[in-house]
């Protein structure tokens, strides 16, 4: 199985997994995710930056409902090289609304192709259990 991909189907593959949202890349160039790589890029061939390692830290909110809720962001650890992006390591943490962790999760040894999608990303750091109707018994009355 292919691992490095080329930017846009790089981009296509974590958009089609629901991805959709805003990224930085190296905490700067806020933007959709292959717009936001590629001005990071310009920047390193421009020497306004410069690329130390061959790495590139992504960050998205999966999921924020306004500062007074908790929210999860995404952090991915891709590898780049000869223009290709390898999707090297992955980290879902969920914080509360004064950015205290509540729960993280970490994968490795995955691709871009076998990231989870934003859903079950989502799922691995929810831990909002459904509560369930229980019909009251009678004779207990209150």
Avoid: W
């Amino acid at each position: 199985m292919e691992k490095a991909y080329d930017l846009d189907t790089f981009a296509k593959i974590l958009t089609d997994k629901g991805y959709s949202g805003y990224f930085h890349t190296q905490a700067a160039y806020p933007d959709k995710l292959k717009e936001s790589i590629g001005r990071y890029l310009e920047a390193c061939r421009n020497g306004t930056e410069d690329m130390r390692k061959p790495e590139l830290l992504l960050n998205t909110y999966l999921q924020y409902n306004g500062e007074s809720k908790p929210y999860i962001n995404c952090f991915m650890l891709i590898k780049y090289h000869h223009e290709t992006f390898e999707l090297d390591r992955m980290e879902i943490v969920k914080k509360d609304q004064y950015g205290q962790l509540m729960k993280q999760s970490e994968l490795t040894g995955l691709s871009v192709s076998t990231v989870p999608t934003v859903k079950e990303a989502i799922a691995m750091v929810n831990d909002e259990l459904k509560q369930k109707t229980v019909p009251r018994k009678k004779g207990f009355g209150l």
